[in-house]
């Protein structure tokens, strides 16, 4: 094999390419190595080929962590948002981000794609756990960056690798993890109001107004927060709305996403096909599938 | 496609395209290897390591009150990496009796990370055979089989080796730790013991597996973090797994997608 | 953003005014995003509804089978209300439609006896300034995927709104005598194949008369769900939901890309 670049899917021989697979596993303990480039990383082999195509590649497995504390006594029943717990998590929302980018920005990177978020609340703690790939510009040959978006700070964005190749061929780049949180313990009803409605079909107006509200509230944050580092838009906004483990009467609403941005000059239709899968259960091999790149 | 003729029964845990995908290749699967190591924890482990900080508490100005310590439990560590590494040796063992050159779609069972007693490694894979390979080296192996490995191969990597890699911290709570953590009360403090376990858990495992990988790159990492309370502390396990993999040749961009839309069920 | 309809909370107010000042926020995938533009239109934002309902209890009798009106009519307005505050959202925006909405229903620990619906999805505005809004003058709704709407477009249907029919249903018990004397056999039990038949039958057609008082041309992707929520196992609401659909005024009458067959080799 030859160490200059070869262009993948190039003859369409697939017997010939085939044995060359087989020769470079037969000379796989002893080959030299090419490049002294250090990386882990959780990315499939497709993921890895497809940010290639936009000149990125995987440097390191990156995470950022946010530990922060919640004032006693905040649990107790009462009315409203839980003022506090929605601090906490911001700063500990905060603090991750920031250990995420100092430790991408310390492996020279330019950004972190495929981040998953984990918001663990306890009583008095809030840990907020961010784990992706740092990726950095690939270089050419005369040392320029096939990657030809500058970033100022680096992005971080919980789409997938794959995600973010589709986005940035149609022009749009993500800049920032943001994320809106609130936390709202039920009303409670006066005693003669749940025996009276017991039969009836009533809308309990101030329970929706509270639990609306809060609703309303952590996507203002939301949005704030896609303001803040002048994205126009947010994708895929995920939405986690469970109860508090340890206070069931208080319901926990987190929003977050990836702030984009369209930094081409207008955004670039692709072109679309239609496709009907005719897979069975039975899935053959067959080489020139390899030529596909695992796109969708 | 040509297969080659083995020239004896031979067992293999691939499926049916992985399979047909590695005669393609020119592999010959030559039967199932596998390794397994089994040892017993003893508790004094869950003590041997060394102290990284500790953290004074603000709620007391005088004496030796703590908010809590920190410490990286490397004994624990040891026994596992080395767990896997002797499992993976005896793996290996097997395969380079067979005449195998490498070892594809390994899998490794493990008894849980933070396990108080035992620790069981079980790593197991199928031996192929390729021709042309010399002889004597040891074999590699991989997670990877099938169509995944020719994939490997194609964007100009070759398997090295299977890779597991971890760091435990201790975290012993003193005065209410989570509150006074940061040495100030109330909202939205950093709670430094906590923060501090947590990250040295993960750097840890990071490093380790940089130092397992000596020079080469480890892929299709899965990382993650088991919690357990015992002996009056919290450990925090990060595990790291992937595939050691080594750069034999650059390769040009590929081609970007194209889109479709499935219109399957 | 003074006429904000006066169920919707204070906070929509600003969030909204902020939305219309061209930043966008969406639950679609990349995907999704993509193929929604690719037809012309632009997210606005997510908009949503809620509703917490106090369902009321119906005596149920133990060995008839019948509707239970009063759940019935809960389940339904509960989801109306929820439905009806996302589409005031939307209209805030000036929205031409709610794609890939979701239907929720909550039931919280300590909501005795009551439960929230939630309804969700991302407002879309046509960027021509062509109004896409149905036949009543509101933004069109619909659960479809951004895959299903581009592909539906394609073959010259726009979504009205989202349809839906429900329908509680009380399964009568078996008597003892019966179902002794039955105890051994092969056979149907006439009467729940018969309860389960006419609730659904009553589910779908409420969904049908939906559609046709938008002047649909049909109803895709519809669902058929059944649950028993809270209520025992005798107890079942039948949720008949789809979106109805009709032609597009502007459509050119070109036919539909054909697709092309593909084996896909991930596995």
């Not at chain 1, 500990?92 to 990177?109: D, E, I, M, W």
């Not at chain 2, 009360?185 to 430094?192: F, P």
């Not at chain 3, 105890?183 to 969904?207: H, I, P």
Request: net charge negative.
């Amino acid at each position: 094999m030859s160490s200059s670049p070869v262009p993948l899917g190039g003859p369409q021989n697939v017997e010939a390419d085939l044995a060359e697979v087989g020769r470079a596993l037969a000379e796989a303990q002893w080959a030299p190595d090419a490049g002294a480039a250090v990386t882990t990383s959780d990315l499939s082999l497709d993921e890895i080929l497809l940010l290639h195509s936009v000149g990125l590649e995987p440097v390191e497995v990156a995470f950022g962590v946010g530990c922060t504390s919640v004032a006693f006594g905040v649990w107790q029943w009462g009315m409203g948002t839980v003022v506090d717990a929605r601090q906490a998590f911001a700063s500990a929302l905060a603090t991750a981000k920031s250990s995420l980018r100092g430790r991408a920005h310390q492996v020279g990177a330019v950004g972190v794609v495929g981040v998953d978020v984990q918001v663990d609340m306890r009583p008095h703690v809030c840990t907020v756990v961010m784990t992706g790939t740092a990726v950095r510009a690939v270089l050419d040959e005369r040392s320029h960056s096939r990657f030809r978006v500058k970033y100022h700070s680096s992005f971080l964005c919980d789409l997938s690798a794959r995600d973010f190749v589709v986005l940035a061929n149609a022009g749009w780049y993500p800049l920032d993890l943001v994320a809106g949180a609130s936390y709202v313990q039920a009303p409670r009803r006066a005693m003669g109001d749940a025996v009276r409605q017991s039969t009836q079909n009533v809308e309990l107006s101030n329970f929706t107004q509270t639990l609306y509200q809060a609703r309303e509230e952590a996507m203002a944050d939301l949005q704030r927060g896609i303001e803040q580092v002048g994205g126009t838009g947010l994708l895929d906004a995920k939405i986690l709305d469970r109860p508090v483990p340890f206070a069931r009467h208080v319901v926990e609403l987190v929003v977050y996403g990836t702030a984009v941005k369209m930094l081409a000059a207008e955004h670039q239709h692709p072109d679309i096909s239609l496709v009907v899968p005719v897979d069975d259960r039975v899935r053959a091999f067959e080489a020139t599938s390899l030529r596909t790149g695992g796109a969708e | 496609m040509s297969a080659p003729e083995p020239v004896q029964a031979f067992s293999s845990g691939l499926t049916t395209p992985d399979f047909m995908a590695s005669l393609s290749m020119g592999l010959r699967p030559l039967g199932l290897v596998q390794g397994y190591y089994f040892a017993q924890v003893s508790s004094w482990s869950a003590y041997s390591g060394y102290p990284v900080r500790n953290y004074p508490c603000a709620c007391y100005e005088v004496g030796m009150h703590q908010t809590g310590w920190l410490g990286r439990v490397d004994d624990l560590d040891r026994l596992w990496t080395g767990a896997h590494a002797t499992a993976l040796g005896r793996m290996l063992d097997e395969a380079a009796a067979l005449g195998a050159a490498g070892v594809v779609g390994v899998t490794t069972d493990m008894s849980h990370p933070t396990n108080e007693n035992s620790c069981e490694v079980h790593v197991y894979g199928t031996a192929v055979a390729v021709p042309g390979a010399r002889p004597g080296g040891r074999p590699w192996s991989t997670q990877l089989a099938g169509q995944k490995l020719a994939k490997l191969v194609e964007i100009g990597f070759v398997p090295t080796s299977v890779a597991y890699a971890r760091c435990t911290a201790m975290l012993v709570e003193g005065c209410n730790m989570e509150y006074y953590g940061s040495g100030r009360s109330g909202t939205g403090n950093v709670v430094q013991p906590l923060q501090d376990a947590h990250e040295l858990a993960r750097a840890g495992a990071i490093e380790a597996a940089r130092a397992l990988a000596a020079g080469a790159s480890l892929y299709g990492v899965t990382m993650w973090l088991d919690e357990a309370e015992r002996y009056g502390g919290s450990y925090l396990t990060c595990s790291l797994r992937g595939s050691l993999v080594r750069r034999a040749r650059s390769v040009a961009p590929a081609a970007p997608p194209v889109a479709t839309v499935n219109l399957g069920p | 953003m003074t006429n904000l309809p006066s169920d919707l909370p204070e906070g929509a107010g600003a969030r909204l005014a902020e939305l219309e000042h061209g930043l966008f926020t969406s639950d679609l995938s990349v995907n999704e995003f993509l193929l929604v533009k690719q037809l012309g239109f632009h997210p606005l934002g997510l908009v949503m509804g809620s509703s917490i309902y106090h369902i009321g209890l119906q005596k149920r009798s133990w060995g008839s089978s019948q509707e239970l009106t009063t759940l019935t009519s809960a389940m339904y307005n509960a989801r109306e209300l929820a439905m009806n505050r996302m589409e005031e959202e939307a209209d805030q925006l000036g929205a031409d439609g709610v794609v890939g909405v979701r239907l929720d229903v909550n039931f919280y620990e300590w909501g005795h006896g009551s439960a929230e619906f939630i309804a969700i999805g991302t407002a879309v505005k046509a960027e021509d300034g062509r109004s896409y809004r149905n036949r009543l003058g509101k933004p069109f709704t619909s659960d479809l995927s951004g895959q299903d709407f581009w592909a539906l477009a394609q073959t010259g249907y726009m979504p009205q709104a989202l349809v839906m029919g429900t329908c509680v249903y009380h399964i009568a018990h078996r008597g003892l005598g019966q179902a002794i004397s039955q105890l051994g056999q092969n056979q149907e039990l006439a009467n729940f194949t018969q309860a389960m038949y006419d609730a659904r039958e009553l589910a779908m057609k409420r969904m049908q008369d939906e559609a046709s008082n938008l002047s649909a041309a049909g109803v895709v992707g519809m669902r058929l769900e059944e649950k028993s929520h809270q209520w025992g196992e005798h107890t079942i609401e039948f949720l008949s939901i789809g979106t109805a659909v009709a032609p597009r005024q502007d459509f050119d009458g070109t036919p539909p890309p054909r697709p092309t067959a593909v084996i896909s080799f991930d596995n």
